[in-house]
């Protein structure tokens, strides 16, 4: 398969990280690093940091509940800037309660642009199948709010080329012409995606794991998930998609050779 959209990689910052990146992402790569709750975006920051210095492109996620206050964002601003990091991803976080002032994206995204005097790049997520705690539409509103701060949209994980093809048909029309990155699950055991899929909403374009037929089976081999057909149709949508944000748990050696931005060494197939 020759896929003609870049693709850039999530990693989540557990002990460990760096030197599996190393040793299987080719230099020059696009690296996202997520911010857990039990993480921290200290442990976020300092991934990225570290990855930005080997020569990554990375884009930390900056969970806005997770922050304590205006001057911890103003330190890890720095220490991004520092690292030659030129975007950062603003999203609200999975934190039961804000540790400071930052109660959701938006507010976070205002201090970002304050603090950098707008020299930063700001992603944002975009939701084609709602929130566990909003639908689709309320969480079109509350991009519509922010989007003059944003500089691209990230869908959630989903798994229908035809529902993210709606959804940015949708941002279009609304007016939104950031560029999207359709999210998308890496290859994952098919347990592990329908527990962590269910865990974040994402519910209507996975309801083919459970059922029998050639789409479950095109998409499903011996129990684990290809994102390899849905890729190929996310490709050909209008409006065109700007890339494939891979989410890859972490299993960065049993990714599908995909066309890893950045650097000439991507892998492409």
């Known amino acids: 398969m020759t896929n003609q959209l870049p693709v850039r990689l999530e990693i989540i910052p557990t002990d460990g990280i760096i030197p599996k ?62 690292a030659g990091i030129t975007e950062v991803f603003a999203i609200g976080g999975d934190a039961a309660e804000a540790a400071g002032p930052y109660g959701n994206s ?13 020299t930063m790049a700001i992603g944002v997520a975009g939701y084609p ?39 940015a048909e949708l941002l279009r029309r609304e007016g939104v012409d ?9 290859a994952v055991p098919r347990a592990k995606l329908v527990s962590l899929a269910t865990k974040i909403g994402v519910g209507p374009s996975l309801k083919f794991l459970s059922r029998k037929g050639p789409l479950a089976r095109r998409l499903l081999n011996a129990g684990s998930y290809s994102s390899r057909s849905l890729v190929s149709e996310l490709s050909a949508l209008e409006p065109a998609l700007e890339g494939i944000h891979l989410y890859t748990f972490n299993g960065l050696e049993t990714q599908p050779a995909l066309n890893w931005s950045g650097g ?4 492409a197939s």
């Not at 509350?142 to 989903?158: D, G, N, R, W």
């Not at 950031?178 to 890496?186: D, E, Q």
Request: hydrophobic share 45%; with cysteine; glycine share 12%.
């Open 21 to 82: 990146v190393r040793a299987q992402v080719p230099d020059g790569s696009t690296l996202t690093v997520t911010c857990l709750p039990h993480h921290g975006v200290e442990a976020t920051v300092r991934a990225a940091v570290q990855l930005g210095q080997l020569g990554y492109n990375v884009i930390p996620h900056l969970a806005a509940r997770s922050i304590g206050s205006r001057a911890q964002l103003a330190g890890l601003l720095r220490d991004c800037s520092a």
């Open 106 to 118: 938006g507010v976070l995204m205002e201090d970002i642009a304050d603090l950098t005097g707008g």
């Open 129 to 167: 199948e709602g929130h566990p705690k909003c639908n689709e539409l309320q969480m079109l509103d509350a991009l519509l709010q922010k989007q003059h701060l944003a500089s691209t949209v990230v869908t959630q994980m989903c798994f229908s080329a035809p529902r993210i093809g709606w959804y």
């Open 178 to 186: 950031l560029p999207i990155w359709a999210g998308v699950a890496g």
């Open 264 to 267: 000439e060494g991507a892998k």
